[in-house]
Nanobody, 126 residues
Framework: QVQLVESGGGLVQAGGSLRLSCAAS????????MDWFRQAPGKEREFVAG????????VYSDSVKGRFTISRDNAKNTVSLQMNNLKPEDTAVYYC???????????????????WGKGTLVTVSS
């Protein structure tokens, strides 16, 4: 049974930094992308960043490009999201997602994720 567990959320002032981590367990396959999505109150879940199996391809939403960095460690089955220069509009629950066996390196649609974590709350105060 695949499980994804996020950690690292919290309260931070605008301009500050946080690092989110997601640990995957129960994996019996390879060739999967790992993504971060977020969902603010009253809004739909949106793509934030994704990394391919080889880590050779990374994709970011325009709203976080240049501020967030995604990375993964396949030996440890983890993916991280370094978030710098945080803004109040980054406030949301952040979810780790895993997509298996797709033909493109990174999936950016939530429908493309096969597994989800339960999320971690990030709150950025102004």
């Amino acid at each position: 049974q695949v499980q994804l567990v996020e950690s690292g959320g919290g309260l931070v002032q605008a301009g500050g930094s946080l690092r989110l981590s997601c640990a995957a367990s129960g994996l019996t396959f390879s060739n999967y992308c790992m993504d971060w999505f977020r969902q603010a109150p009253g809004k739909e879940r949106e793509f934030v960043a994704g990394v391919s199996w080889s880590a050779g391809t990374t994709v970011y939403s325009d709203s976080v490009k240049g501020r967030f960095t995604i990375s993964r460690d396949n030996a440890k089955n983890t993916v991280s999201l370094q978030m710098n220069n945080l803004k109040p509009e980054d406030t949301a629950v952040y979810y780790c997602g895993l997509g298996v066996g797709h033909t493109v390196p990174v999936i950016t649609a939530p429908e493309g994720m096969d597994y989800w974590g339960k999320g971690t709350l990030v709150t950025v105060s102004s």
